[in-house]
């Protein structure tokens, strides 16, 4: 085995991380709560003095998981405040941006053998700016049906109106099922994506996400998005 | 014109005791679904307000909200129309017609401007100047602007007043709307349903009459004493949902002994209406209790409510099936993607890290 230098990087704040993990759990237990519900199992009671009722079960561990998933977001807010490294923004706005993506998409299509180093490259930016705008809708939506329940409370009569911006609450339904279809194939992308980049290019993007730190070769192009990249641990 | 009765000056003319009178104003609570607190309230209404003119005029419509009105049973159709309220113009119920009909309803909406109710069936037809629906030789939809304009509130009736109703489907070739946007300032109180129940449609109406004012409403417009619960949340069948006990088909042992009809694709779920509580016909029945899934036909869309048929809970694509079918075929598409570009990556890394050697070979032998 060769040598080979690194530099560390204190990227991710252990409210970031902690939130990461609550949003793994919440997402997959939220996943398959929600397919249940949508087409439920059919009980094995055909006597209903002995039948369990697990559709109630099931729709309540649903609800208070997505409670914890939103309330989670607190942590995420406040590392967002006290780090800098959990502020890594896609530059749409910024004409490297598009140039970096690129490079970053001609080297996952095989056209280029590696692309330049990064923190977190701008593809993969873009994607997690999506996965928040899905995991909005799937709050807006769910809790909008959720609070529905009782038309009457103020959340109710908010929820009436984004109701009305889906078209009607059949619609409701559908478009939170669709864009948690949509959560999941990007959970696919997501974890190959880490894995690989683990593994394969040692870009620590897994052991990341547990110990805050990144382990890099090369200086990466957005260095200066993370606080304390240091030079004092040589590896 | 002559002074119009309040409802006990009807009651003392005819005889009536002041306990009966009483009584039927408790009655009313019960009806209007307000607190019996307010009794008070109902009986000084009933002493003082002359009974108000209501004027009923129908649209684009099947006229099946009229007869859902006319079975109400508490209180009877009839006696709502002949003494508690003054119906002074009906397309369907007067048995008048032609002109001197519609200079009755020119001299009503005259002299009664600012105080009489107006009660409205069926959407307006939008498209080409509203050609589509004439009544009396004009448009309905300006019909309904120039009694809108005069009225102290409006009434919509049905999913179509509401909503636009059927002929609002796809494509909607008449233009076919809700009548909100016709009806300028003037208050609209939303009473979808298609039709509506009948004793929703009588309480509704009683309420603006007896108080001069609209009943609560909510973010949608309509009465939240009535509209105020999912169907899904009264629903006699709900203790079969909660314990996953659904018919699969119409003629399963599900079905026959009554199992919740969810996956039938049941709207009781996204619907709000009285149809688990008040019932309909005396309490009788409702959809759900005779062995039909709610439609939601008290929705706003619930003609193209995106799922294209009323006994799936989730669309289908043709052969291809509904989202899970095809989320599931895409996941398992996106896991082979993925291996596939694994093992591509680990092919491309081996014929870096050679051309590397190369290179560095190169550089020390130099
Ligand atoms: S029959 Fe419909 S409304 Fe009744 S519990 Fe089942 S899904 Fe809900």
């Known amino acids: 085995m060769k040598e080979v230098k690194r530099k560390e990087f204190y990227v991710f704040s252990p409210f970031l991380r902690v939130f990461h993990w609550i949003m793994v759990v919440s997402i997959v237990v939220l996943f398959c709560t929600g397919v249940i519900i949508a087409t439920p199992l059919q009980s094995v009671n055909l006597e209903p003095t002995y039948s369990v009722t697990y559709m109630d079960l099931v729709r309540d561990i649903h609800f208070v998981v997505a409670f914890i998933f939103a309330a989670s977001f607190i942590l995420r807010v406040y590392g967002f405040v006290i780090n800098k490294g959990d502020r890594l923004f896609p530059h749409f706005w910024k004409g490297y941006f598009y140039r970096q993506t690129i490079e970053v998409a001609l080297h996952y299509m095989f056209l280029k053998y590696e692309h330049s180093s990064f923190l977190r490259n701008p593809l993969a930016r873009a994607s997690y700016a999506m996965l928040y705008v899905l995991v909005a809708v799937e709050f807006i939506t769910g809790f909008a049906m959720y609070f529905l329940a009782n038309p009457d409370s103020i959340w109710g009569g908010i929820s009436a109106w984004i109701i009305m911006v889906c078209g009607g609450e059949m619609m409701a339904h559908l478009i939170h099922h669709y864009v948690a279809w949509g959560i999941i194939l990007f959970a696919i992308g997501h974890l190959y994506m880490v894995i690989r980049a683990e593994f394969m290019e040692g870009e620590s993007e897994v052991s990341a996400m547990f110990s805050g730190y990144k382990f890099l070769i090369h200086n990466p192009k957005d260095a200066t998005d993370s606080d304390l990249s240091g030079e004092k641990h040589l590896i | ?366």
């Open chain 2, 1 to 366: 014109m002559e002074k119009r009765e309040s409802l006990w000056e009807k009651c003392l003319r005819k005889g009536i005791s002041r306990r009966t009178f009483i009584k039927g104003c408790t009655g009313l609570c019960a009806l209007m679904g307000v607190s019996v607190d307010r009794l008070a309230e109902v009986v000084e209404a009933a002493e003082a307000k002359p009974l108000p003119v209501v004027i009923w005029i129908h649209g684009h419509e099947c006229t099946g909200c009229d007869e859902s009105f006319i079975r109400s049973a508490a209180p009877l159709a009839s006696d709502l129309v002949l003494s508690q309220i003054d119906l002074e113009y009906d397309h369907l119920l007067s048995a008048a017609c032609g002109e001197p009909f519609e200079a009755h309803l020119k001299a009503t909406m005259a002299a009664n401007k600012g105080n009489y109710i107006l009660a409205v069936e069926g959407a307006t037809c939008t498209k080409d100047n509203g050609v589509y629906c004439m009544s009396g030789g004009h448009t309905f939809s300006s019909l309904l602007k120039e009694a809108a304009a005069g009225a102290m509130a409006v009434i919509a009736y049905g999913t179509c007043a509401a909503y636009g109703g059927i002929q609002a489907a796809k494509p909607n070739p008449t233009g076919s709307s809700g009548i909100g946007a016709f009806c300028g300032a003037t208050p609209v109180v939303n009473v979808p349903g298609c039709p509506p129940i009948p004793e929703v449609m009588t309480g509704v109406v009683m309420h603006v009459a007896l108080f001069g004012s609209l009943p609560p409403l909510d973010g949608e417009g309509r009465p939240k004493q009535f509209y105020g619960n999912r169907i899904h949340d009264t629903c006699y069948r709900r203790p079969f949902f909660d314990a996953a006990m659904f018919a699969d088909s119409y003629d399963d042992a599900g079905a026959k002994a009554g199992w919740c009809l969810y996956k039938l694709g049941c709207r009781g779920p996204e619907t709000y209406n009285s149809c688990g509580n008040i019932r309909w016909f005396e309490g009788l029945s409702y959809p759900i209790q005779s062995g039909a899934a709610c439609i939601g036909c008290a929705n706003a869309n619930f003609w193209d409510d995106g799922v294209g048929s009323f006994s799936e809970r989730l669309p289908k694509y043709g052969k291809l099936g509904n989202a899970d079918k095809i989320g599931t075929a895409v996941g398992a598409a996106a896991v082979v993607g993925v291996a596939a570009h694994a093992a591509a990556s680990v092919v491309q890394k081996g014929k870096r890290e050679a051309i590397e050697a190369a290179e560095s070979g190169k550089k020390e032998s130099r």
